[in-house]
């Protein structure tokens, strides 16, 4: 099964969906990409998700239009309609779905103050894609 999950920007939260569904079956095909790729994963992101043993610290931002000749059983939009609009995929698609989270790299201030936001979004990606998982994806293996 292939996934593609889409963002703007490729560097937070569509990277720790791509890396919350690879680790919960090596059978999925997940890739994550953006309409206007960042020029670098998001850091904090990769700290929260090396907190609960995921690693994303090779991934990188990947521009939406590399995956435009591939087709996908399913493309998943995961930014927040009220705060930015979702690229649409116009490639060959199955399914598509939007599954929304706030931007934590829009939090400022200290670590203190950052880090609390992006763990909240990292555990809402962690509870939504787990239970797409365990409800769809895994029983259409």
Do not use: W
């Not at 099964?1 to 919350?20: K, P, V, W």
């Not at 705060?83 to 931007?103: A, T």
């Amino acid at each position: 099964m292939r996934i593609l999950i889409l963002c703007t920007g490729n560097s937070c939260r569509s990277q720790m969906a791509e890396g919350f569904l690879k680790s919960l079956d090596e059978k999925l095909e997940v890739f994550s990409a953006g309409t206007n790729p960042a020029s670098a994963v998001n850091q904090n992101a990769v700290r929260v998700m090396q907190e609960i043993g995921i690693d994303i610290s090779r991934h990188y931002p990947k521009n939406v239009n590399e995956f435009l000749h591939r087709s996908f059983d399913y493309v998943i939009t995961v930014c927040d309609n009220a705060r930015e609009s979702c690229p649409v995929f116009s490639g060959n698609v199955l399914q598509s779905l939007h599954i929304g989270f706030q931007d934590p790299a829009e939090a400022v201030g200290n670590d203190e103050e950052v880090l609390p936001v992006y763990r909240k979004v990292r555990d809402e990606i962690r509870e939504q894609f787990s239970e797409l998982y365990n409800v769809t994806l895994k029983h259409r293996l």
